[in-house]
């Protein structure tokens, strides 16, 4: 059974920065693509970010381009979500995401991932 944890969601300030990390609870984390999607109330859960499992390609919802960086550390089995410039409509439940699909294209639907952290809260304040 694999086990994702996320931590390193707060509440910030408009500008400010975080960083999320997900540990993930699996031997072979290297084969497995990672997501970040969060969901803001009244609303449905969207892709943030991903990071392959072969070459590390990334890709990120636009309006967190260069603002948000996805990165991953096989030898922790850890990914992490760098956030920037928060602005407050980033505030969400943000959730972590893998699958051990092993495919070459980039995965951004929810339907796509088969394992889930319980989430991490961010709030950014005006």
């Known amino acids: 059974q694999v086990q994702l944890v996320e931590s390193g969601g707060g509440l910030v300030q408009a500008g400010d920065s975080l960083r999320l990390s997900c540990v993930a609870s699996?031997?072979?984390?290297?084969?497995?693509?990672m997501g970040w999607f969060r969901q803001a109330p009244g609303k449905e859960r969207e892709f943030v970010a991903t990071?392959?499992?072969?070459?590390?390609?990334?890709a990120y919802k636009d309006s967190v381009k260069g603002r948000f960086t996805i990165s991953r550390d096989n030898a922790k089995n850890t990914v992490y979500l760098q956030m920037n410039s928060l602005k407050p409509e980033d505030t969400a439940v943000y959730y972590c995401?893998?699958?051990?699909?092993?495919?070459?294209?980039?995965?951004?639907?929810?339907?796509?991932?088969?394992?889930w952290g319980q989430g991490t809260q961010v709030t950014v304040s005006s």
């Open positions: 995401a893998g699958t051990s699909r092993l495919v070459s294209v980039v995965l951004v639907s929810v339907s796509e991932y088969e394992y």
């Open positions: 990071i392959s499992w072969r070459y590390g390609n990334t």
């Open positions: 699996v031997r072979t984390f290297s084969t497995y693509t």
